[in-house]
């Protein structure tokens, strides 16, 4: 994308994965060969909308998520950021290594996640300035009480989102001198009364949270590299 405001893919991949349950980080963790990381870096390292990748990793993991950056992110690796106690926190953190004038953060353990969806993403936060990928939600919903949730009402929010850089630098700073937390960075803006463009999907970009999302991932990465071994989807 000549000519265009360069954007940086933030990748949050310093969390513990507790609920995965594996004693590294969950990221590390083999999918089909490799390391769950290892496939969403290559999916943002062959986007051509993405000039450069900054991750942001645990203290222990730093040599490996270089090494794995060398292998997979053809050059665009810019930084190993040290990350914090909560997501927010890190996501805070990578921001100071962000030199682009838009940038797109991505949960590492979002690892299907599609060259097209991160291109969609890139020019949606072009025009709008800040965007988030939201889903309908297709389950039947209701609180803890019994009481139903009307789910014409609600979407799930996923990542990539993204932001005109400085925008979301604002952002977390109010968040932090508030002491507001929140588990994705799209709130952070809405919190201060400013409009976040809602990019629909319907790609499958499921989040690597519990060890059983692994059978999910290995379907759609299998459906992409290898279709042959997978059923055909039903034809219309
Ligand atoms: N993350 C991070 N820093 C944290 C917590 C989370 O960079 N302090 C990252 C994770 O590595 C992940 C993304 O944010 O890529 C979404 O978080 P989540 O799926 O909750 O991962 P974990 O926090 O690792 O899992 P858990 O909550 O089960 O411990
Ligand atoms: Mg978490």
Redesign the pocket.
């Known amino acids: 994308m000549r000519n265009q405001p360069a954007v940086t893919a933030l990748?949050?991949?310093?969390?513990?994965?507790?609920?995965?349950g594996s004693e590294q980080?969950?990221?590390l963790s083999d999918l089909l060969g490799r390391p769950i990381l290892a496939w969403t870096l290559e999916a943002f390292a062959q986007c051509d909308d993405i000039t450069r990748i900054v991750l942001?990793?645990s203290e222990g993991d730093s040599d490996r998520l270089w090494e794995l950056g060398d292998q997979y992110a053809k050059g665009k690796l810019q930084a190993v950021v040290l990350?914090?106690?909560?997501?927010q926190?890190?996501?805070r953190r990578g921001l100071d290594a962000v030199g682009t004038e838009y940038v797109l953060v991505h949960?590492?353990?979002?690892c299907c996640i599609t060259t097209e969806l991160i291109s969609e993403a890139v020019g949606a936060t072009r025009i709008h300035q800040a965007m988030t990928v939201v889903r309908t939600v297709t389950d039947t919903l209701m609180r803890r009480s019994g009481e139903l949730v009307d789910r014409k009402d609600l979407m799930a929010v996923e990542t990539p989102q993204g932001f005109q850089t400085d925008l979301l630098r604002r952002a977390h700073l109010s968040a932090r001198t508030e002491g507001f937390i929140a588990?994705d960075d799209a709130s952070l803006l809405r919190r201060l009364g400013r409009g976040v463009h809602l990019l629909e999907s319907t790609t499958p970009n499921p989040?690597?949270?519990y060890a059983a999302d692994l059978l999910i991932a290995v379907a759609l990465l299998t459906a992409r590299t290898a279709p042959q071994l997978v059923a055909p989807l039903p034809s219309e």
Do not use: M, Q
């Open positions: 990748l949050p991949a310093a969390g513990r994965g507790e609920r995965f980080n969950k990221i942001v990793g990350g914090g106690s909560t997501r926190e890190s996501v949960d590492a353990a979002r588990t989040k690597i949270t």
